[in-house]
């Protein structure tokens, strides 16, 4: 528990933007894949993007194009950018690693899109 805390969510209009944080320790960050994971109401958890330790990336249709993950070396945090926004992008967001290990996950971060 607390191995990865999640920060930055929010209230956006359609078509805006927020940046999201996932901050971790050095250990997990070094050597393992991170993933942002999303769960909105009635629907199944949703693995939208992901950053290898080399920094390669990878995202789910439903945000490809829309969100960019990236990482900071320095601070051990990993950020999904997202714009624009979409009201079914309205879910609570989760990091874990990739594959997720039940015992990383946190509180989240809600981001309710909504005008």
């Known amino acids: 528990q607390g191995q990865l805390v999640e920060s930055g969510g929010g209230l956006v209009r359609p078509g805006g933007s927020l940046k999201i944080s996932c901050a971790t320790s050095?250990?997990?960050?070094?050597?393992?894949?991170v993933g942002w994971y999303r769960k909105a109401p009635g629907k199944q958890r949703e693995l939208v993007a992901i950053?290898?330790?080399?920094?390669?990336?990878t995202y789910a249709d439903s945000v490809k194009g829309r969100f960019t993950i990236s990482r900071d070396s320095a601070k051990n945090t990993v950020y999904l950018q997202m714009n624009p926004l979409k009201p079914e992008d309205t879910a609570v967001y989760y990091c874990?690693?990739?594959?997720?290990?039940?015992?990383?996950w946190g509180q989240g971060t809600q981001v309710t899109v909504s005008s």
């Open positions: 874990n690693l990739v594959p997720f290990l039940n015992d990383y």
């Open positions: 050095r250990s997990i960050f070094r050597f393992n894949a």
């Open positions: 950053v290898d330790s080399s920094g390669s990336t």
